[in-house]
């Protein structure tokens, strides 16, 4: 039998962590988090795509909420009653990698949460939140948790001109008036237009089909101007069918697509491709 740790939360030292450690929950988050491990209890030693999989499963039929993060001063929300796109994927591989430590308590999962969703985990300001998809991916591969897949035969070069957040810095609370802050963001801007980025455009997804697996983050690439990423998923084979699961805003609520990924792509009008990251965790 699998050994667990239920760990009491260790005692603050004189040698602290860097950053905010501010957690905002309540406590029908932590009584999910208690239904959540005890679910995967007996599951903690399935591969890593697997291990995302049923978690992701866990979530089907949970409501779809936007701007869930948006609570001043910046800190970590751990929000399992309610997801969008970004937190579930986030919260799905932060439960994944809790479930693989075999540490199921509610303190490790917010360390692996604040990892995910931090730039080094680590939280000075909302600057420090990966606000861009590409540079989530990016970052998530430099902490050694997930492979930009991406480029592989059929993909194509992607061309990034990020600025939608520096551009209408009014509507974003956080930034608002805030000069520092401007800066910082048209800095990271420009550091991740500067890399290499690869994408599957929409046509190749169904002759690549063999390249993807279950688990795989998948996300959405977008011509809206001044974005890289529109939506984001996790890559679900049920058979021969090659589709996601996801918090959907059409449905409301989390849910495996009915349609083929090539369908889904597109059937948006202003999807172009995908790219794709795999646990490594």
Not at 63 to 84: K, M, Q
Not at 151 to 169: D, E, Q, R, V, W
Not at 245 to 272: E, Q, W
Request: with cysteine; proline share 4%.
């Amino acid at each position: 039998m699998a050994s667990f740790s239920y760990a009491q939360p260790k005692k603050k030292t004189d040698k602290q962590p860097v950053g905010s450690q501010k957690v905002y929950y309540k406590s029908e988050d932590r009584s999910i988090f208690d239904k959540y491990s005890a679910y995967i209890y007996n599951k903690t030693n399935l591969p890593d795509n697997q291990l995302i999989i049923e978690t992701a499963k866990f979530f089907l039929n949970v409501p779809y909420v936007a701007n869930t993060l948006e609570i001043e001063p910046e800190g970590l929300v751990v929000n399992l009653r309610s997801l969008d796109c970004t937190t579930f994927v986030e919260t799905v591989f932060a439960l994944a990698m809790t479930a693989k430590t075999k540490v199921l308590t509610f303190d490790n999962f917010c360390s692996k949460l604040r990892l995910v969703r931090y730039r080094n985990g680590v939280i000075n300001d909302y600057t420090d939140r990966l606000h861009y998809t590409s540079d989530w991916i990016y970052q998530n591969q430099e902490k050694k948790i997930v492979k930009n897949i991406s480029k592989m035969p059929g993909s194509k070069p992607l061309i990034l001109n990020l600025h939608i957040m520096s551009s209408n810095t009014n509507e974003y609370k956080q930034l608002n008036g805030k000069e520092d802050l401007i800066g910082k963001i048209k800095a990271k801007e420009s550091e991740i237009n500067s890399r290499e980025h690869y994408y599957l455009p929409a046509e190749e997804i169904d002759r690549r089909a063999s390249q993807f697996k279950s688990g795989d983050m998948v996300g959405f690439v977008t011509t809206i101007p001044g974005i890289d990423i529109s939506h984001v998923g996790i890559i679900y084979k049920d058979g021969k069918k090659l589709t996601f699961i996801h918090a959907s805003s059409t449905h409301k609520k989390v849910v495996i697509n009915k349609d083929p990924l090539s369908v889904f792509v597109k059937g948006t009008g202003r999807n172009t491709g995908i790219v794709l990251a795999r646990a490594r965790f």
